[in-house]
């Protein structure tokens, strides 16, 4: 299973960056391998993300491994609050 993380790169909310970035960091300084969906350059992949994810207006970062949706940028801040956040990527 691979892990794949829909973000955006332009996004006028310095929220959104800074959630993307905080799990982008987390899956770099692990060293986990990752592959990153630019949701900014598509409406397609936008669509995509939303559809999988089971929510029309679902904003990045969206998780998932293979086919199993991990979660948002919440349950990932949650699954650190906790210590487990291996849990979250489903590893």
């Known amino acids: 299973m691979s892990i794949t993380v829909y973000y955006s790169s332009v996004s006028g909310s310095r929220e959104v960056k800074q959630h993307q970035s905080e799990m982008l960091q987390f899956l770099d300084a692990k060293k986990i391998k990752y592959f990153a969906v630019d949701i900014a350059g598509s409406g397609d992949l936008k669509e995509e993300m939303r559809k999988k994810v089971g929510n029309p207006s679902a904003?990045?970062?969206?998780?998932?491994?293979?086919?199993?949706?991990?979660?948002?940028?919440?349950?990932?801040?949650?699954?650190?609050?906790?210590?487990?956040?291996?849990?979250?990527?489903?590893?």
Not at 62 to 86: H, I
């Open 59 to 91: 904003m990045p970062p969206q998780v998932f491994n293979g086919d199993k949706y991990c979660g948002d940028y919440q349950k990932f801040s949650d699954a650190m609050e906790d210590g487990k956040p291996e849990t979250f990527f489903k590893l």
